[in-house]
């Protein structure tokens, strides 16, 4: 089955400084990659999605300065969440939609768990 | 606008007893519905989904889940579980189309003692 990695696994960082997450499909072509945010004990609440070569749109509420979202390339995504604070501490999910499928079904990632100091 | 509704937030069974967890989607359209499992410390797997056709589905593991459009529901069932079902269980509603956004219900938490 297609699969999609994450890289970091967890990072811990100083509050302020920032942190590049990667997402990317290893067997597949992604049109379409999705940034999830889940908090302990709840479900995945969607935060952007990105289209390859285009701006990401962002869920409302997201600040997108803050959690800046690249698609260049059609196996890779990156979310930096700049000027880290504790309350972006969280478990970070990428999930990528296969380009050539009819079904447009989604895979995820492992997830980056991020905590700030 | 979506939205999913897990009416079970935390289920314990004991092993072979049979399952059911209800979802209630809301969608002014044709929707497409998936269950995904996360096991502990995993990433989130598709377990069954629907798209068109027979609204009873079968998935890995065991598990079904029937469409019932009248009552916009998905519920997801397993005759006997076992321990290893101990996970947590995501519906999730997207519109039919590329461009939709899969949207997730809260989750339901199920703990299997052997």
């Known amino acids: 089955g297609a699969v999609v990695s994450q890289h970091p696994s967890w990072v811990i960082c100083k509050s302020g400084t920032s942190v590049k997450i990667e997402c990317r499909s290893l067997d597949f072509q992604a049109t379409t990659m999705f940034w999830y945010r889940q908090f302990p004990k709840q479900s995945l609440m969607l935060m952007a999605t990105?289209?390859?070569?285009?701006?990401?749109?962002?869920e409302q509420g997201v600040e997108k300065d803050k959690f800046l979202i690249n698609h260049a390339s059609l196996t890779l995504s990156t979310l930096t969440v700049t000027s880290a604070h504790p309350e972006d501490s969280s478990f970070y999910i990428c999930?990528?939609?296969?380009?050539?499928?009819?079904?447009?079904?989604?895979?995820f990632g492992p997830g980056t768990r991020l905590t700030v100091t | 606008a979506q939205s999913v509704s897990q009416h079970n937030h935390h289920v314990i069974l004991s092993e072979a007893a049979s399952l059911e967890l209800g979802c209630n989607y809301s969608?002014?359209?044709?929707?497409?519905l998936f269950w995904y499992v996360q096991y502990p410390g995993q990433h989130l797997q598709l377990l069954l989904k629907y798209f068109s056709g027979d609204p009873l589905v079968k998935g890995i593991k065991g598990f079904e889940a029937e469409f019932i459009k009248s009552k916009f529901s998905f519920n997801l069932r397993k005759p006997s579980v076992q321990w290893s079902d101990t996970a947590e269980y995501f519906c999730a509603v997207m519109g039919s189309g590329g461009y939709n956004k899969l949207i997730f219900g809260a989750g339901t938490r199920l703990a299997v003692h052997p």
């Open positions: 999930s990528a939609r296969d380009k050539s499928g009819l079904n447009y079904e989604q895979y």
């Open positions: 969608y002014g359209g044709t929707v497409n």
């Open positions: 990105s289209n390859e070569g285009s701006k990401a749109t962002y």
